[in-house]
């Protein structure tokens, strides 16, 4: 049985949610580490 | 469909808007002293100002109410292309593009896309193949933005069309050509936060009527037959569900909406200067978290909401929204929100905050669009022109030229509106982005990663995809052969072959051709120098 989320049961289709939220947090992540290496004016 | 509109209270907002638009108009002049502001406006911007500037101009009306519409009539599979916009257009962008292009544009002076390329490749022929695929082609994607825009509102508010193409046009041109990139950013940014206030309450208040779990009940209804998809091809489940793989629908959501545009966001030349103004890394990877939020909120709610208006328009009329809205997609979501406001205390208020949303989200992307075709008209093309007068290569850069040729082009743009078919936006939209991606997609990230640029494979590659592209744009796809009927000129027919074919984008196709014309053309110049090298040793 497939599983739902926000009221859409295929998969195919909410992953895109997730994969959007992902990317987020993806961004946030490499901001962070990605500063810390990054001397300012490089 | 002027009911639920008081035009007062548009007027009023819309007046304001635009005197807040002057005023960085007015701005950016005081901050323009020569050509090179005018161009990059280096050093201007903040990150913040930066990352709205970029999503306002990824962003036009397109994506919300073309794009939005299409979401209504296709479904929420179009969250995938939400999903490029930010993986691709913006966390891709950003750090395989975005790093390389700010270094190597400061580090050779290149003050526009097709100047960075040809400074890259050493080539004058490179650099005006591009700047007139800017010339030629943007004016369309631009007048298709502004046409969709003005359109848009003259249906919904009943104002005269001419009249607002030609308000809008002027205070676009008068910034534009006075105030150059950094009125065009700081314009941007107001204007980002005018979409942003906009689209969170229109999703406050869809899921305010409609529930959270508007697709639960939208599946339900679906599955058991009360309401149907109409006006999709074969292969479409309904609006919660992805369509059969290899369906005629299939292709059409998946590579004409769905990577078309989502792979075609990578090379926007408009897009490419924002990395060339960015202070200095560390500024870009801040940039990238901001333009990651702005797209999601504007993209993801516009589609949300556009595929959730099919619940709304079935409670309220018994008809799916394509049913209920006969004018064309492109008013699905305009129908949708002055409806579902009506009766709403402050819903004037909040129609009209939408209406300056969709005015915010054209002029965004016009403006920048002009600004690219003036910087390749005033910049690119002039100094090739004066190099060949004068027989010596030289970047010429005057203020006067850019602004000249920025004025010049607005007219046209003007002039192109009245020439196109109506109802076009995402589909220009996707024509333009495919078109840029299949041309310039190899030959820029070769420019960026390789040590030795090869001039001749760019060149290759640049001309077999936007060849490639051109030809099954207008002699196979059905949906894009539309914009210029050649193939039902010549041959009668509306496209050269019939079956699922029909409904493959162009860019499927043209852009794996220009990558391996580009891999071949490499190969073969390094066999040819291992050849040469060897017969030199001998």
């Known amino acids: 049985m497939k599983m739902s989320l926000f009221g859409i049961p295929d998969p195919a289709v909410w992953l895109a949610y997730v994969g959007c939220i992902a990317t987020i947090a993806f961004s946030v992540i490499w901001t962070i580490v990605k500063n810390k290496e990054v001397p300012e004016d490089d | 469909m002027t009911e639920g509109v008081d035009l007062t209270t548009f007027v009023i907002m819309a007046v304001l808007f635009i005197i807040a638009t002057l005023a960085l108009g007015y701005y950016g002049y005081r901050n323009t002293r020569d050509s090179d502001e005018f161009l990059l406006g280096k050093n201007k911007a903040s990150p913040v100002i930066i990352a709205l500037s970029y999503g306002a101009t990824f962003l036009s009306a397109s994506a919300v109410i073309g794009f939005g519409g299409q979401a209504a009539v296709h479904g929420a599979s179009l969250m995938w292309l939400c999903f490029l916009n930010l993986a691709l257009g913006v966390v891709f962008a950003f750090i395989v593009f975005g790093e390389r292009t700010r270094k190597l544009g400061a580090k050779l002076g290149a003050s526009t896309f097709a100047d960075l390329l040809g400074k890259i490749f050493k080539s004058k022929g490179i650099r005006m193949f591009t700047a007139i695929i800017i010339i030629v082609m943007m004016p369309i994607y631009c007048a298709a933005v502004l046409k969709g825009g003005v359109n848009s509102l003259a249906v919904i508010t009943g104002l005269d069309y001419n009249l607002m193409l030609l308000v809008l046009s002027l205070v676009v041109a008068l910034y534009v050509v006075y105030g150059g990139i950094i009125a065009v950013m700081y314009n941007d940014a107001l204007q980002a936060l005018i979409m942003l206030v906009g689209m969170v309450t229109i999703f406050a208040v869809t899921i305010g009527t409609l529930g959270w779990d508007a697709f639960g009940q939208l599946t339900e209804l679906t599955i058991s037959g009360t309401i149907q998809q109409t006006n999709v091809l074969p292969g479409a489940n309904g609006w919660t569900e992805f369509p059969t793989i290899f369906s005629p629908e299939w ?14 966001a990578l090379t926007q030349p408009q897009l490419v200067v924002r990395f060339m103004s960015s202070k200095d890394n560390r500024s870009l990877n801040k940039s990238m978290i901001i333009g990651c939020v702005f797209v999601f909120i504007i993209v993801g709610i516009a589609y949300t909401v556009g595929a959730m208006s099919n619940l709304y328009f079935f409670e309220e009329y018994g008809v799916n929204a394509i049913q209920h809205v006969t004018s064309g997609t492109d008013f699905i979501i305009p129908t949708f929100i002055t409806d579902i406001f009506h009766g709403f ?20 992307t016009i403006s920048a669009l002009m600004h690219t075709i003036g910087a390749a008209g005033g910049y690119d093309v002039y ?3 004066v190099s060949k007068k004068t027989g010596k290569e030289t970047d010429v850069k005057s203020l006067g030229v850019n602004r000249s040729v920025t004025m010049v082009m607005m007219i046209l743009v003007v002039l192109y509106c009245y ?17 840029t991606a299949a041309a310039l997609l190899p030959a820029y990230a070769h420019a960026l990663y390789s040590k030795n640029p090869n001039r001749k494979a760019a060149l ?33 027919n509306q496209v050269l072959f019939d079956g699922t074919i029909m409904y493959v984008d162009a860019l499927v196709v043209a852009l794996p051709v220009s990558v391996i014309v580009m891999a071949i053309s490499i190969l073969l110049t390094k066999k040819n120098a291992s050849v040469s090298q060897a017969s030199v040793t001998e």
Do not use: E, Q, R
Not at chain 2, 350 to 362: C, D, E, K, P, W
Not at chain 2, 424 to 434: D, E, L, P, R, Y
């Open chain 2, 251 to 264: 292709w059409t959501v998946l590579s004409t909406f769905i990577l078309g545009v989502g792979i075609g």
């Open chain 2, 345 to 364: 205390t402050f819903g004037d208020l909040f129609v009209s905050l939408f209406l300056v949303s969709l005015i915010s989200a054209s002029v965004s």
């Open chain 2, 383 to 385: 100094s090739a022109y």
């Open chain 2, 419 to 435: 020439l196109m078919p109506s109802d076009i936006i995402a589909k220009a939209t996707s024509v333009f982005m495919g078109m």
């Open chain 2, 460 to 492: 290759y590659s640049i001309i077999a995809g936007s060849a490639v592209y051109l030809f099954w744009a207008l002699f196979v796809n059905k949906g894009t052969s539309i914009f210029l009927p050649i193939c039902k000129l010549l041959t009668g």
